[in-house]
């Protein structure tokens, strides 16, 4: 006679459970990515970007 088939799920997963560590993983330490460095074109793009904007300011108050 066969077992019952919910008896047999039961001793199944009973049996899964106690040998991979009852679902418990050890956890690694993952070390922080550190972000990309910022291309030395993007700083000279800012950089005249940010002046010529000053400059365009100054203009408008030293002309206006």
Avoid at 2 to 30: C, I, M
Avoid at 31 to 55: C, D, I
């Amino acid at each position: 006679m066969a077992d019952d088939p919910e008896r047999l799920v039961t001793n199944a997963l009973r049996a899964q459970a106690t040998s991979t560590n009852a679902g418990f993983a050890v956890s690694a330490p993952v070390a922080p990515e550190r972000p990309a460095p910022m291309s030395v074109w993007w700083v000279l793009g800012l950089a005249l970007l940010l002046g010529l904007a000053a400059g365009t300011v100054a203009a408008v108050i030293t002309l206006g």
